[in-house]
């Protein structure tokens, strides 16, 4: 860490710490959409922090939570869709005579992280004392004055103490925390003081353990170390807390680098940084698809009240809270139908006998009959056709749903796609027209009939993907080399903020690998070792790729474990392969989703990898041999899916051809017998 000057923290502290309690500033930061992804790809087109939350854009809360605490000065610091937010502000409440607010200033930046925005605004002097800094994404009903007092009353004795963290005790299982890594504190109880931070996997792997500095645990008498409490991202912070981030450029994030690094350097420095934590009121952050869920679910289970959509915190809201925990607008025609536990938004039309729960509709939707809508999140002005299922997914503003869609838990459907009638959508598929980079390249450019099927430019894929509509592709990253070819600006279009999306997708592979094997040591059900896979991949936003790669290695290990004899089993090598992928049958299908497609993409994709993961066994070859036929045998891979994959140029290149030898003779089976039934078949037709 460099030496400290007192630049940024300047003159103008002193004079305004007496002032401290007549004028609370806030500092909301919307940066996230520029250098985070979790939101993608509904972030390609609207700024993160005006997406809709129980039909409430997300600011709308965080600026509710400021005016109940007392703040008159609100900056908000925003970076992509910069406009969006100012428009949206400037036609708000918040701007009127009326607003609680003093002043509401947006500022634009460019910042590419947490630190530079920091940094930043430091540089402009706009903060004149003690200051709230949170994320656009906060819900919130707590009252802040008692964590204010104490972080106030603290000041008063200790000039070092620079901030005071607001954290939510919630349980090591709540549902709006990460399934990925896990933020631990070690607290000294007495003094509120947080000693350390570190985030921690959930399972066996990297970042499983902590390791305190022994001087830690014998300078204080009493610690906490605690993984059940939610960062709220509300922070009560002084001036010295953006002369920390002037002072240090390394500093990027505010979690893993800030807090990390203040909290190292105590020995040197000084500064501390305290914690409030919150027990019997609600707070939480929207920093990822799963607490959206989860959050979502709290706010219409009124854990949030008064944020409740009846409150109707937007002025033209005329939401009212109905029999079967419905929240209903004005001017919405039901036909003879279920809903319980949802929310609906004005002018939407809803047909006879459709199911609708656990789910949001925004306004002006037209919903068809025989609908079944479960746990799903429908923004404005969607249609749906009669007959289509949408379960635990989340549809945008102005998408059409064709007749007798099925849309499966997971998918992210953009704004403005059109999807024709009997389109099935997979797990996690994301689908927008954006981007004309990711567009099917083998569609006519001339085709301007911009309702057509699915496998027209509306919708991106991987480049190999079939045109059938069924084999929607998702959007993933690519890490080995293996995964079908996609345009390079989806990765640099935005930056992650290495310590929050890219942190937890470099653990995934490790994380889910040991939870597989974990399972299948223990002999699990499988569907118990996928409902645990599933939490991380949702935690993470993992692709099917991601997925596939992990469950190779873990099947990969326990094969070589079973006929090493780890396991005291002593079994030949075929043996082993039999057992394991007879009994995780239906595992490993479930990574797989291009059955009905001519291109076996994901089948091609499994495949690749159980080459590449045989490259590092000495018995490589014998074991792709006896995986390729037993995968083929169980009808884990069809034979199309086979021989794509050995005339797959992938296949073929440099040390991945070395391992090819024993099966050949296998494929050259497999070709024999195609082209005799093909024989059969013509004979039949001249006979």
């Known amino acids: 860490m460099p030496p400290k000057n007192p630049k940024s923290a300047k003159a103008k502290q002193k004079p305004q710490e007496d002032q401290r309690e007549e004028s609370l500033q806030a500092v909301v930061s919307v940066l996230a959409d520029s250098f985070e992804t979790r939101f993608k790809p509904f972030t390609l087109e609207r700024a993160r922090c005006l997406l809709p939350l129980a039909n409430t854009p ?17 900056f908000v610091y925003c970076g992509n869709h910069a406009d969006q937010v100012e428009d949206y502000i400037n036609a708000s409440k918040w701007k009127l005579k009326s607003s609680p607010f003093r002043t509401l200033t947006l500022l634009k930046s460019t910042a590419n992280s947490v630190g530079d925005a920091m940094r930043d605004l430091d540089n402009r002097d706009l903060i004149t004392g003690d200051f709230l800094l949170v994320s656009g994404d906060v819900v919130s009903n707590m009252s802040l004055e008692p964590a204010l007092a104490k972080h106030r009353a603290r000041r008063e004795t200790n000039k070092d103490a620079i901030m005071t963290m607001v954290l939510r005790e919630a349980g090591t299982g709540h549902r709006a925390k990460s399934k990925g890594s896990k933020p631990v504190f070690v607290i000294d109880p007495g ?5 350390y931070y570190e985030e921690m996997g959930s ?10 500095d022994p001087e830690l645990l014998a300078s204080n008498a009493e610690i906490d170390v605690r993984d059940d409490l939610i960062d709220c991202h509300i922070d009560i912070c002084t001036l010295d807390v953006l002369a920390q981030w002037s002072d240090n450029f390394d500093f990027q994030s505010l979690r893993k680098s800030f807090l990390h690094g203040v909290l190292k350097d105590y020995e040197t420095y000084g500064k501390t940084i305290h914690t409030y934590i919150v027990t019997d009121q609600y707070a939480a952050r929207v920093k990822s698809l799963r607490a959206y869920n989860a959050i979502s679910k709290d706010i219409m289970g009124r854990w949030a009240y008064p944020l409740c959509p009846d409150s109707n915190l937007v002025p033209d809201q005329s939401y009212r809270f109905r029999k079967g925990k419905v929240y209903q607008e004005d001017t919405v025609v039901i036909g003879r139908t279920s809903i319980k536990k949802t929310v609906i938004g004005s ?19 037209k919903i068809g009959k025989n609908v079944v809508i479960e746990g799903a999140y429908i923004w404005d002005d969607v249609t749906v056709g009669d007959g289509s299922i949408i379960r635990e997914a989340i549809i945008a503003n102005d998408t059409i749903i064709g007749k007798n869609c099925t849309i499966e838990s997971g998918a992210l459907i953009s704004f403005g796609v059109n999807l024709p009638d009997h389109i099935g959508i997979s797990m996690d598929r994301k689908i927008t027209r954006h981007q004309e980079s990711f567009f099917d390249n083998r569609v006519d450019p001339e085709d301007s009939d911009s309702s057509s099927v699915a496998s027209s430019r509306l919708i991106y894929r991987r480049p190999s993907a079939s045109s059938s509509a069924s084999s929607i592709s998702t959007l993933a990253s690519l890490d080995d080399g293996l995964e079908p070819v996609r345009d390079s600006s989806r990765r640099s279009s935005f930056r992650s903020d290495p310590s929050d999306d890219a942190a937890e997708t470099r ?8 939870s597989i094997l974990d399972g299948l040591q223990k002999g699990d059900p499988a569907d118990t070792i996928i409902l645990e896979l599933n939490g991380y991949r949702m935690s993470t936003n993992a692709s099917q790729h991601e997925v596939r790669k992990a469950v190779v290695a873990a099947f990969m290990k326990r094969v070589s474990n079973l006929s090493a004899g780890d396991d005291a089993s002593g079994i030949s090598a075929r043996e082993a392969v039999r057992e394991v992928f ?48 037993e995968v083929y045998d169980s009808d884990i891979v069809e034979e199309d899916g086979v021989l794509q994959w050995w005339d797959d140029e992938r296949s073929v290149e440099g040390e991945m051809g070395g391992v090819r030898g024993l099966t050949e003779q296998f494929i050259t089976f497999l070709k024999e017998a195609e082209e005799d039934d093909s024989e059969d078949d013509n004979g039949d037709m001249e006979d």
Do not use: P, W
Not at 203 to 212: C, D, F, S, W
């Open 582 to 629: 007879r009994k995780y049958k239906g595992l490993v299908k479930r990574t797989m989703f291009d059955e009905e497609a001519d291109e076996k993409v994901d089948q091609v994709d499994f495949l690749l990898l159980l080459q590449k993961e045989a490259l590092s066994r000495s018995n490589g070859d014998q074991l792709l041999l006896f995986i390729t036929k």
């Open 191 to 195: 003094a509120e003081r947080c000693l």
């Open 347 to 365: 002018q939407t039309n809803i047909g006879e006998d459709s199911i609708i729960t656990g789910s949001t509709i925004g306004r002006r939707c």
């Open 203 to 212: 399972r066996k792997g990297r970042n499983r353990h902590i390791a305190l």
């Open 58 to 74: 997300l600011i709308e809360y965080t600026l509710e939570f400021l005016a109940n605490a007392g703040v008159q000065d609100v």
């Open 507 to 514: 653990d995934f592979h490790v994380e889910a690998t040991a």
